[in-house]
């Protein structure tokens, strides 16, 4: 009987699992939000928009990626700019405007 244990544990694991990612993928998407990274140009950076962008692609993920440009150099941005769905780019002072026509756009 002790063997069966871990089978029966990790049977229960995965039903859970199972139902997790079926009621994520019924339930209604909340819109309206928007993600802001503020750029550097950091490897950090780069990995995070790019499994944005592999999230987006999948339709995971509906909101906006805003990309600030905080100092990056000419090499950095053309790493970053390889993303583009869903992604929108700006400089500082054009957060807020850009925020502002998104929640427009939504409504």
Do not use: N
């Not at 987006?56 to 990626?65: A, E, K, N, S």
């Amino acid at each position: 009987m002790a063997a069966w244990i871990p089978w029966i544990v990790m049977s229960a694991f995965g039903l859970v699992c199972v139902l997790w990612v079926l009621i994520g993928l019924f339930l209604p998407v909340r819109r309206g939000a928007a993600m802001v990274l503020l750029c550097r140009g950091d490897a950090d950076e780069v990995m995070l928009a790019a499994r944005y962008t592999w999230l987006y692609d999948l339709g995971l993920i509906h909101c906006p990626l805003v990309l600030v440009d905080c100092g990056m150099t000419l090499t950095q941005q053309k790493q970053l700019q390889r993303f583009q769905k869903g992604v929108i780019w700006c400089r500082p002072e054009e957060v807020s405007e850009v925020l502002r026509k998104e929640r427009e756009r939504l409504g």
